[in-house]
Structure formats: structure tokens, C-alpha cells
């Protein structure tokens, strides 16, 4: 997925699970640089790494006591 835009969702829900860029790059297998971009809408974010995302954000908030379940829109879409 790769439209030029700031994914404000993925910042949002990474905050609030309180993860920092360095953990989600560890988490899909890249840099911290190159997972900024794309945060930052400058670089591509693969179905796979998507799906990564979207199944440890679910598992911290499970283990937070939290009945929010996100679908990839929840964290993905403007």
C-alpha cells in the first residue's frame, strides 16, 4: 500500500499500544529509517507486513484487557 499518505492510524494505535518505530520495524524485518518511510507514506507497506502489524497490535491489546479488535482498515485506511 503505497499513496503517498502519513498513515495517522498506524502512528495513532502504535502510540497507544506504546511501541516505538524501532519495534514495529523489528517486528516486519527492517530498519528503523526504512520502516519511517513508511509510516510516512514515502515507502510501501506489503499485504504481509500489514498483516504482522495487524495481528501483534490485536495481541498487545488482548494482553492490555482491551475488547477492541482492529481489521486492517482500523490501522491502514485514511
Not at 9 to 20: F, N, S
Not at 60 to 69: D, F, R
Amino acid at each position: 500500500m503505497h499513496n503517498g499518505k502519513k498513515l495517522h492510524k498506524l502512528k495513532y494505535w502504535r502510540g497507544v499500544l506504546g511501541l516505538r518505530q524501532e519495534d514495529v520495524a523489528t517486528l516486519i524485518g527492517c530498519k528503523k529509517a526504512y520502516y519511517c518511510e513508511k509510516e510516512n507514506g514515502k515507502a510501501e507497506i506489503g499485504l504481509s507486513e500489514m498483516l504482522t502489524i495487524q495481528k501483534a497490535f490485536n495481541k498487545k491489546l488482548e494482553k492490555m484487557g482491551s475488547e477492541t479488535v482492529l481489521i486492517l482498515d482500523d490501522i491502514f485506511l485514511p
